[in-house]
């Protein structure tokens, strides 16, 4: 789930690229190509680290944690921002914690030309917390939360209840032993 950002903040929908930022139709920062030179250095990685751990940690904290100016830490901020490599500063919230202990996954398939309009539908419904279009078997894998499995029932239901959605094959989650993480991967890209 990505994190809110505030409307100042670079990067954001409401602030222009900074200078010489490729950007998308939308103005936004593009995401970098996959393969491309746009990795992360040591002090990135540490800086990452730092935020991850300690969300609410200033600036002038930071540098004064990881030993370098507090400048340094804004611009190295900046550009993280501005990369798309931090996408926003929002709290993690545990869908468990609010009512919603059953998570469950559906593959879902849906008629040809229909994937807009799955995509606006899906949208609607609060307890579908992602959707991601995939290769294989299925169109869709989209991860949804219930209160119970007999309200995953419901959600279910609503999720399949339109007529784009074919086919539907739903997983429910018994454990989640490697909680959604990034920094390990923060930690490799920093590295090499």
């Known amino acids: 789930m990505p994190p809110a950002q505030s409307p100042s903040s670079p990067g954001s929908p409401d602030s222009p690229a900074p200078q ?21 250095d040591a002090l990135d990685g ?4 730092l935020l991850a751990e300690e969300p609410r940690i200033g600036v002038l904290e930071c540098s004064r ?3 370098v100016a507090r400048g340094t830490v804004q611009a190295r901020l900046d550009r993280l921002q501005a990369k798309g490599v931090i ?8 869908p468990a914690a609010i009512g919603y202990p059953v998570t469950a996954f559906a593959t879902l398939e849906i008629s040809q030309g229909q994937g807009a309009d ?5 949208a609607r419904v609060p307890e579908v917390l992602e959707l991601h279009t ?9 991860r949804i939360v219930a209160r119970s499995n007999a309200d995953l029932q419901r959600v279910i239901d609503r999720v399949v209840g339109f007529d784009g959605i074919v086919r539907s094959s739903t997983a429910i989650v018994l454990e989640n032993p490697v909680p959604y993480r990034i920094l390990p991967l923060v930690d490799q890209a920093a590295a090499e």
């Open 87 to 94: 996408s926003g500063f929002g709290p993690e919230v545990d």
């Open 134 to 142: 995939i290769t294989g078997i299925g169109d869709m894998l989209v």
């Open 46 to 49: 540490r800086l990452i680290r």
């Open 65 to 67: 944690r990881l030993q």
């Open 118 to 122: 799955v995509r606006a539908h899906l």
């Open 20 to 40: 010489g930022t490729p950007t998308t139709p939308q103005g936004t920062p593009a995401t970098p190509a996959a393969g491309g030179n746009d990795s992360i």
